[in-house]
Nanobody, 124 residues
Framework: QVQLVESGGGLVQAGGSLRLSCAAS????????MGWFRQAPGKEREFVAG????????YYADSVKGRFTISRDNAKNTVYLQMNSLRPEDTVVYYC?????????????????WGQGTRVTVSS
C-alpha cells in the first residue's frame, strides 16, 4: 500500500520560512517523479513544484519561483519543499504526489498517488 505522509505545515508570519516534508512508502521512490501541489477552498488544486526521479530536473510555478525549492533524498524516500519569503496568499493546504513518469509533470491527472495534505497559514 502506497503512503505519502506530509509534515511541516503550520503558522508562520509573512516573510518567514517553512520546510515541508513528504515521506513515501510502499513504492520504489527513486523511480517516481514527485510533486507538490496546493489547494485553496473552492479552487482547483494547482501545481507548485516538481522534481524528477533523480533530482536533476526541477520545475516551479511562476508564483513560487525564486522563493520555494523542491528537493529529494532517495535514500530516505522523502521529498522536501523549502518555502521562503512566505506571503499570506501562500495560505492553503499543500499536497505531495508521486507520478510514475520520467518527466516532471505539472497536472494533477498525471500523478498516481497523493498525500493527505498539510496546512500552511501565513499571517500578515
Amino acid at each position: 500500500q502506497v503512503q505519502l505522509v506530509e509534515s511541516g505545515g503550520g503558522l508562520v508570519q509573512a516573510g518567514g520560512s517553512l520546510r515541508l516534508s513528504c515521506a513515501a512508502s510502499g513504492l520504489t521512490f527513486s523511480s517516481y517523479t514527485m510533486g507538490w501541489f496546493r489547494q485553496a477552498p473552492g479552487k482547483e488544486r494547482e501545481f507548485v513544484a516538481g522534481i524528477s526521479w533523480s533530482g536533476d530536473r526541477t520545475y516551479y510555478a511562476d508564483s513560487v519561483k525564486g522563493r520555494f525549492t523542491i528537493s529529494r533524498d532517495n535514500a530516505k524516500n522523502t521529498v522536501y519543499l523549502q518555502m521562503n519569503s512566505l506571503r499570506p496568499e501562500d495560505t492553503v493546504v499543500y499536497y505531495c504526489a508521486a507520478a510514475s513518469s520520467r518527466y516532471v509533470e505539472t497536472t494533477t491527472r498525471q500523478y498516481d498517488y497523493w498525500g493527505q495534505g498539510t496546512r500552511v497559514t501565513v499571517s500578515s
